[in-house]
């Protein structure tokens, strides 16, 4: 069983900066997929950034791409997002989630079985 925890979510200003971190163990989390999703009030989840189980292959959402980061430690036990360039369209709740199955980069969240509680990320304008 995998039970992935975020943290570093906050309040920042338009332009700035947050990292968030996923912490999680167990050779599914080590072998398989990482990826993060976020849902802004009112909308459904949306895929935002995906990192293959090497930490090598990538994907992200048009939306963030050139402002976000996805990377995974070498221990492949904790995963993070750097997201430079906020913009208040941002703002959102933000999940880690970790695949049992995929080795790759898939970008719906049908493909990820394991979800953490989530962590806000808030931008101001």
């Known amino acids: 069983q995998v039970q992935p925890v975020e943290s570093g979510g906050g309040l920042v200003q338009a332009g700035g900066s947050l990292r968030l971190s996923c912490l999680a163990s167990g050779r599914t989390f080590s072998n398989n997929a990482m990826g993060w999703f976020r849902q802004a009030a009112g909308n459904p989840r949306e895929f935002v950034a995906v990192?293959?189980?090497?930490?090598?292959?990538?994907r992200y959402a048009d939306s963030v791409k050139g402002r976000f980061t996805i990377s995974r430690d070498g221990a492949k036990t904790t995963g993070y997002l750097e997201m430079n360039s906020l913009k208040p369209e941002d703002t959102a709740v933000y999940y880690c989630a970790a695949s049992s199955w995929y080795t790759g980069t898939p970008n719906a969240p049908s493909a990820f079985d394991y979800w953490g509680q989530g962590t806000q990320v808030t931008v101001s304008s």
């Open positions: 990192i293959n189980w090497s930490g090598r292959d990538t």
